[in-house]
Structure formats: structure tokens, C-alpha cells
């Protein structure tokens, strides 16, 4: 885990406040954890766009399209958070929901910095 100094360096250096920036590591960890355990979802979206291509649009979702085995999103999802805790972050799925044709979920997360 990076810590609290590491965060207000990194986001000076990127010209974001700490908050962003620690989001924004959250969310590379959350890709790489997702990523060594399945390839069965596409990243998309604003996120994606800043990760891939390098852009400056910084956002609070992640977005992907896969498969609609919610049963097996959910596994996978958890499985996920739970990896965070390698990284000295707590995490949770604190709320799911199908949302048209897709689903939908908050975490949180708390981290020892």
C-alpha cells in the first residue's frame, strides 16, 4: 500500500487532489486483481479511456461488459476484494443491483495510511 505521503506526492506530480489520486490507485489495484483472476470482462467507459489511452478524465466507476452470470460477477467481484487485502486495504460490496440490462455495485474501502 502506498502511503499517505506517497499519495499527496503522486498527486501533485499529476496535478489532482489526494483523494482522485488515491482513487486512482485503488482502481489499478482493483484492474490488476481482476485481470490475474479472469478475462471474461471487457473494460470500457471514462476509466478506461484514462487507464488505456492516457487521457485526463479522471472517474469514480469502472465499467465493463461480460457475461450476465450475475452469480459468477458476484464470485469473481469478491474474490477481487478480498485481494486488496494483500495491499493492507479493506474492502466490501456494500450494495448490488441490476440496473437494465446490467449490474451494479458500490465498495468501500479503508486503507491503514
Known sequence: MLTRAQI????Q?????????????IQ?????L????SQMLAFKGGTALRVVYHGNRYSEDLDFNGPADVEALKKLWQAV?????????????????????GYSFDVSYGCGT
Open 81 to 101: 476484494l478480498d485481494g486488496l487485502g494483500d495491499f493492507g486495504i479493506a474492502a466490501e460490496m456494500r450494495a448490488a443491483w441490476q440496473s437494465g440490462a
Open 13 to 25: 506530480r499529476h496535478g489532482i487532489g489526494a483523494q482522485a489520486q488515491e482513487r486512482n490507485y
Open 28 to 32: 489499478h489495484l482493483l484492474l490488476f
Open 34 to 37: 481482476l485481470y490475474s483472476r
Open 8 to 11: 499527496q506526492r503522486l498527486a
